[in-house]
Nanobody, 118 residues
Framework: QVQIVESGGGLVQAGGSLRLSCAIS????????MGWFRQAPGKEREFVAS????????SYADSVKGRFTISRDNAKTTVFLQMNSLKPEDTAVYSC???????????WGQGTQVTVSS
């Protein structure tokens, strides 16, 4: 059974940094890559960043480009999201998910809360 566990969230002041981790256990049958998403109160979930497992190709939402960096540790099947220059509008529950093909995400984690104070 595939399990996804996120960690690293917390409270930080605007301009600060946080590093989120996403650990995968029970390797999924298909692992094209991983993605981070976030959902703020009263808003829909939105894409943040993704990385392919083999080539390490990355993709970012325009709102986080230049501030967030996604990376992976193949040996530990872990994905990280380094978040710098955080803004209050980055406040949300951040979740990661397994990308099983070009368009589909499965096996979502419970999420970790990130709160950025002004």
């Amino acid at each position: 059974q595939v399990q996804i566990v996120e960690s690293g969230g917390g409270l930080v002041q605007a301009g600060g940094s946080l590093r989120l981790s996403c650990a995968i256990s029970g390797r999924p049958f298909s692992l094209y890559g991983m993605g981070w998403f976030r959902q703020a109160p009263g808003k829909e979930r939105e894409f943040v960043a993704s990385i392919t497992w083999r080539g390490g190709s990355t993709s970012y939402a325009d709102s986080v480009k230049g501030r967030f960096t996604i990376s992976r540790d193949n040996a530990k099947t872990t994905v990280f999201l380094q978040m710098n220059s955080l803004k209050p509008e980055d406040t949300a529950v951040y979740s990661c998910a397994v990308r099983v093909n070009l368009v589909e995400y499965k096996y979502w984690g419970q999420g970790t809360q990130v709160t950025v104070s002004s």
